[in-house]
């Protein structure tokens, strides 16, 4: 397995996190993908979970691509927020680009640009951190009685 480390918090407020330090190689992709799927099932974010790891993936192989060392991945969930962070060693921030339609490569970030509600990049003490929020819906359980007709 290619996870390092792996923390995991629960808070009265609704606050989740989760994070992970993957390994330099390509096969930390594969891992960041299940790792994925696994927490957001957990946190019963099934609506996200195909978009989450398609953008998880791409930020997940930008960092292999571009920078050396671990690459962290992290989770946080609050208020109807899910928010994806990928953190690398290059400090350079990345920049969406034009490409061919014949390119094989470079359209990561039009993906994540597309497919999220936002996303952006920040300076880290280590590099920088790529980030993607997408609204998070958990499975809510509600009594019967919340459905209790109102008489006109």
Known sequence: ??????????????????????????????????????????????????????????????????AHGQVHLGFSAENGLLRCEVEDENPQLPTMRTVGLDAERGRGLFLVDMLSGSWGGTPTPRGKAIWFELPAFAEVEVEADAFTPIAA
């Open 1 to 66: 397995m290619n996870s390092v480390t792996r923390t995991t918090s629960h808070s009265p407020a609704t606050r989740r996190t989760a994070s992970w330090w993957l390994t330099p190689d390509l096969s930390s992709v594969r891992t960041a993908r299940r790792l994925t799927r696994d927490k957001l099932t957990d946190w019963g974010f099934d609506d996200q979970i195909e978009v989450a790891e398609l953008l998880v993936s791409e930020l997940v192989a930008n960092a292999l691509d571009h």
